[in-house]
């Protein structure tokens, strides 16, 4: 923009001083054009008075003078043919003048300046002045010279002037600029100079505004989760007294992992409620979704469904924390518990990515996604929260992944796939 600024006032300096730089050529040009002919005509014309009073020897002898001394020959015609100072022809133009007139007329290379002269014995003789093309131009370069480097110089200074405005116009809007992006990676407190310009002062303003207001929204966000997580300590405290009355040791012990997993996740909730920026985490693919595999399984004995596994040998790290790993694993089976009816068989496979980290694929003989929209957040049509999909969905895009809707095996039921990056820390 800075260099489009300087451009746009350039080509207006530019457009002006052709306009006035144009006609001021054209009038120094003409004024010293007239200078060199008033020059010119200034000897012939001091002659006048001697060619109408004075004998020929006497005009002879002033003529030469003249010429000897003068830059412009000088050459005077008689009526009876006689010429006297510089040769020249004859021309039409002199033929003019001897009716008594005075003019200038184009000569070969030059022009000639006449005067028509009454004699002494009354015939009328023509004073003659010449003046070649470069005398006549004398000085005219010069002038245009000067006309060009005022142009010049006026240009220069245009240029300056325009990017110095330029940059007083810039540096407001990088900074602005700067601070958008601070606040694009998190940096809430991040705040505009308000600088330059009024227009420029007013976005200022409202930036620094609405990072205030962003501000807020989020502290208060975060203050409203923590508060519904700490509330839902209190009913799992109770739940956790209750698996104690549980005489089934199996079932007790199935309730306890169940209420261990809720609890984490609790936790987990108020830790990112607390944090200010998502954290990077990391942690083995293989150990976390084997242990989730191996908690939906009991479920899925108990609804009839077969749970085909194929899981990659560990350590497999992946730049997501054990946490969100574990919370995506559970919204994607969950969702075929959810959305599948029971005897509804799955697969569940986690294989090495070739460039690093790594790739589940789970896979169910349902009825399939009703729509690609599915991932959005929010969006459901099986009456469910409709964030099971973009938790998952979150946790690979911020490891560098992604996830991706399919049909499952024969162009039947659903399977998604969840790319995750690799860790920059050692496992």
Do not use: C
């Not at 300096?13 to 002919?37: H, S, T, Y």
């Not at 010279?145 to 810039?170: E, N, S, T």
């Not at 958008?180 to 420029?200: N, Q, Y």
């Not at 896979?363 to 409709?386: A, C, K, L, M, Y």
């Amino acid at each position: 923009m800075r260099r489009r600024l300087t451009l746009l006032v350039a080509a207006t300096v530019a457009l002006v001083i052709l306009a006035f730089a144009l006609p001021m050529g054209l009038l120094l040009r003409n004024a010293a054009v007239e200078q060199n002919l008033s020059r010119a005509s200034q000897d012939a014309e001091a002659l006048t008075a001697l060619v109408a009073t004075a004998d020929r020897t006497t005009v002879e002898a002033s003529v030469a003078q003249v010429n000897a001394t003068g830059e412009y020959p000088v050459t005077v015609f008689w009526p009876d043919g006689t010429i006297q100072g510089e040769e020249a022809p004859r021309s039409q133009a002199v033929d003019l003048a001897a009716t008594g007139r005075s003019i200038t007329a184009e000569a070969p290379d030059g022009r000639e300046i006449l005067f028509g002269v009454q004699g002494p014995d009354g015939d009328m003789a023509v004073i003659r002045s010449y003046i070649s093309d470069d005398q006549l131009a004398a000085g005219v370069g010069r002038s245009l010279a000067i006309v060009a480097v005022l142009a010049v110089a006026l240009l220069g200074f245009g240029l300056l002037l325009a990017d110095r405005v330029a940059r007083l116009l810039m540096e407001p809007l990088g900074e602005l600029a700067s601070v958008s992006h601070r606040l694009g990676a998190g940096e809430l407190d991040a705040r505009a100079t308000v600088t330059g310009p009024p227009e420029l002062r007013e976005v200022g303003s409202a930036l620094n505004g609405l990072a205030g207001r962003i501000r807020d929204l989020l502290a208060l966000e975060r203050e409203r989760v923590a508060d519904l997580s700490h509330r839902l300590r209190t009913p799992l405290t109770v739940l956790k007294l209750e698996t104690e009355s549980i005489r089934n040791s199996e079932e007790r012990e199935s309730v306890e992992t169940a209420v261990a997993d809720v609890e984490r996740a609790v936790n987990a909730a108020i830790n990112a409620a607390r944090s200010p920026r998502p954290t990077d985490g990391a942690s083995d693919a293989a150990a976390v979704v084997a242990e989730r595999v191996e908690f939906w399984s009991a479920l899925a004995e108990e609804t009839e469904r077969h749970v085909q596994s194929d899981l990659a040998p560990g350590p497999l790290m992946v730049r997501a924390s054990g946490e969100e790993l574990s919370a995506s694993m559970d919204a994607l089976l969950g969702n075929v518990f959810a959305h599948t009816p029971d005897g509804t068989g799955f697969s569940v496979r986690l294989s090495a990515r070739t460039q690093g980290g790594a790739t589940i694929e789970i896979t169910d003989n349902g009825p399939g996604f009703p729509d690609e929209h599915v991932t959005e957040r929010g969006h459901s049509q099986g009456g469910s929260t409709g964030l099971g999909l973009d938790i998952a969905r979150r946790t690979a895009t911020n490891s560098g992944g992604e996830v991706t809707l399919g049909t499952g095996t024969g162009g039947h039921g659903a399977r998604v796939t969840m790319e995750l990056g690799l860790t920059t820390e050692r496992g």
